[in-house]
Structure formats: C-alpha cells, structure tokens
C-alpha cells in the first residue's frame, strides 16, 4: 500500500463521515436520535457529545461532520504531532494503531480512511494548472467580526475563531467569497468557524476551489486557491469513452503481464480469456454509479487541468485513471491488487 499523505486520510476520513452522516439522516440535513443509530459507533458518541454540550439543539451533518473532524484531529496530533518534520506529512499504520488503542472506534474509522486514501487519493500526482487557466484573485465580505483571508503565494488561508460564535452574534455569521465576477456564499458553524469541506460542490460551472489544507481549532485556518477553467475543457462525460479504452489499453499491454496479477488472480492469461470472463463490462461500468457498494462506489476529482475518476474496475479492482481537460491526453492510469 502507497505512503498516504495526513491530508488525503483527512479527506477521505471527512468523506466518509459526509456519506455516514447523510445515509443515515435518510436525505435530509437534519440527524435524529433515532438516525443516530445508524451512525458508526464513533460518530455516535460524538453525536451524544454534541447533544450534551447543547441540550435541546438538531444536530446538522455539517455540524456532526465538524465535531467529528475536530475531535479527530486532535486524537491524531496525539500521536502524529504537527511541526515533526516529514513524519508529520504522511499517517503511518503504526500510528492508526496508536490510535486504535487510544479509541477503538476511531482507530477503526482511521484504518479505512487511509485504505480509502491509499487506494483513491493517494497516488495521483497533481499537476500545476494548465497555461490557459489561471488563478484568481479573491475577496472575502463577512458579519463575523474577526474572520479574514491572507494571501500566502498561490494561496489565500480562510482564518475565523469562536468570535463569530451563535451565542455571540445571535445568528451563524455569514461570508461571501468573490472572484472573477462570481460569488460563493458560506455559513458559519455554531462555534463560529468556516469551512470549505466540499465548497467544491457549490462553485459555479468552469471554476474550481482547491482545498489544500483543513484545520480544526480555534482558530480555524483553511488553506485553499480558486482557478478558473481554460474554455475550451470538457466534462468528465465527454471523457470517459477515452478513459475507459486506456484503461482497457493498460491492462492488455501492461497489467495483465505484471506478475501479481499473474499470481494473485485466479483469471485467464490471455486477452481473449478476459473478455470472454466479461471484463469489457466491468472497463464499460467504471465511473458509472451503480448504487452497488460491494467493491466501493466511483469517485470523481477535479484537480484543475485534469480529473481523476478512482473506483471499481476489472473484475471491481480498485481502479484510477488521470486525464487532461482540454487535450483528453490519459496521465495516469492504475489497477491495484490488495
């Protein structure tokens, strides 16, 4: 397994408390405690905290994802300090055992996040914008009165504390962040602090926000830069015919030769024996959302001049393939065997 930077287990940790959190809440934002059951045991507990803290509130996923992040972190600084060097920049299965033993059920949790990073995240190798996008220039209107935004290079860091808390305004504090004519609006959390966990998902078409780093505290910073796409990129759709023939290109030429696809899987050694095994329908379906989790469900990143589509492949083999926007050029491609 590929050494998973602490970032990407941090992602895949919030997206899987995101998916936990909204399956559970059965499509609404609001989690109820007979929901709450249906949550992993750690998030339970840390419903049941949020719920002590404040009696009488309706936790949010928003809020649940947060108090579950934040408490995360801080069980994961315990034994992978910030400021320690390159340690600090990647999660160590030793530590996640650390962890385990400290918190069961979060060691759990951050077992399967780093597989999920590992397997997703993990070794696609972002490129720098493409020349014809460009970085944006942003600006930040907001009721919260001490959150700011600072420039750092290519970056702007989203810095807000418990200042602009609901007890201390009488409302979430709100922010508006501007650039290249366009809006994104965001929302505080109780506690008074922002975050652009997903902000991605609210921009506006042929812009992207790239979250580069996510803090938990008070304050808390996020790190992150807006780019606009070149105008002539194309939708994931488009690409994916050109996709799915490299990934099939791949494993005839390549993948299928290596010898531990040779040893490990029980399958025909020719190219003929895998079509008729049926692995043209499994190349056919990768990136399409079946709704069948039993080799894990598609996932797609916008990385700026290119995405990433990372899911089930052959035979549902943990698959990524990497291609370019605008020229649909493949970057990358990789089956793994666990």
């Known amino acids: 397994m590929p050494w998973v930077t602490k970032i990407a287990a941090q992602r895949a940790l919030g997206g899987m408390i995101r998916d936990a959190a909204g399956n559970a809440a059965n499509g609404n934002t609001l989690i109820s405690r007979k929901e709450q059951k249906n949550l992993p045991e750690y998030l339970q507990r840390v419903a049941d905290d949020?719920?002590?803290?404040?009696?009488?509130?309706?936790?949010?996923?928003?809020?649940?994802?947060?108090?579950?992040?934040?408490?995360?972190?801080?069980?994961?600084?315990?034994?992978?300090?910030?400021?320690?060097?390159?340690?600090?920049?990647?999660?160590?299965?030793?530590?996640?055992?650390?962890?385990?033993?400290?918190?069961?059920?979060?060691?759990?949790?951050?077992?399967?996040?780093?597989?999920?990073?590992?397997?997703?995240?993990?070794?696609?190798?972002?490129?720098?914008?493409?020349?014809?996008?460009?970085?944006?220039?942003?600006?930040?209107?907001?009721?919260?009165?001490?959150?700011?935004?600072?420039?750092?290079?290519?970056?702007?860091?989203?810095?807000?504390?418990?200042?602009?808390?609901?007890?201390?305004?009488?409302?979430?504090?709100?922010?508006?962040?501007?650039?290249?004519?366009?809006?994104?609006?965001?929302?505080?959390?109780?506690?008074?602090?922002?975050?652009?966990?997903?902000?991605?998902?609210?921009?506006?078409?042929?812009?992207?926000?790239?979250?580069?780093?996510?803090?938990y505290g008070d304050p808390r910073v996020e790190t992150f830069k807006i780019e606009r796409a070149a105008p002539d990129a194309k939708s994931i759709g488009e690409l994916m015919p050109i996709a799915r023939k490299a990934l099939a290109d791949y494993v005839r030429n390549e993948r299928m030769h290596d010898g531990d696809w040779k040893i490990d899987l029980a399958l025909p050694d020719t190219w003929e024996g895998l079509v008729a095994e049926g692995i043209m329908d499994w190349i056919n379906r990768f990136g399409v959302d079946t709704g069948d989790d039993s080799y894990g469900r598609p996932e797609t990143y916008d990385l700026g001049d290119h995405y990433a589509i990372a899911g089930p492949g052959p035979f549902g083999l943990h698959?990524?393939?990497?291609?370019?926007?605008?020229?649909?050029?493949?970057?990358?491609?990789?089956?793994?065997?666990d």
């Open 319 to 337: 698959t990524e393939v990497a291609i370019g926007k605008v020229d649909g050029e493949v970057r990358r491609v990789y089956v793994e065997i």
């Open 50 to 215: 949020i719920r002590m803290q404040n009696p009488g509130t309706r936790i949010t996923i928003d809020e649940l994802i947060d108090a579950a992040m934040t408490d995360a972190m801080g069980t994961w600084a315990k034994f992978n300090p910030p400021n320690n060097g390159l340690d600090s920049k990647y999660l160590s299965k030793a530590e996640i055992a650390d962890v385990k033993k400290y918190d069961n059920a979060l060691g759990i949790m951050t077992a399967q996040a780093r597989a999920r990073a590992a397997g997703a995240a993990a070794p696609v190798v972002v490129d720098p914008p493409a020349p014809d996008s460009r970085l944006l220039a942003v600006t930040m209107a907001t009721d919260h009165p001490s959150a700011r935004l600072e420039k750092e290079g290519d970056t702007y860091k989203l810095i807000s504390d418990s200042a602009g808390s609901e007890a201390n305004l009488g409302h979430k504090a709100k922010a508006t962040l501007s650039f290249d004519g366009k809006t994104l609006d965001l929302e505080a959390f109780r506690n008074g602090t922002f975050s652009l966990w997903r902000a991605q998902d609210r921009m506006p078409a042929g812009y992207w926000l790239t979250l580069t780093n996510s803090g």
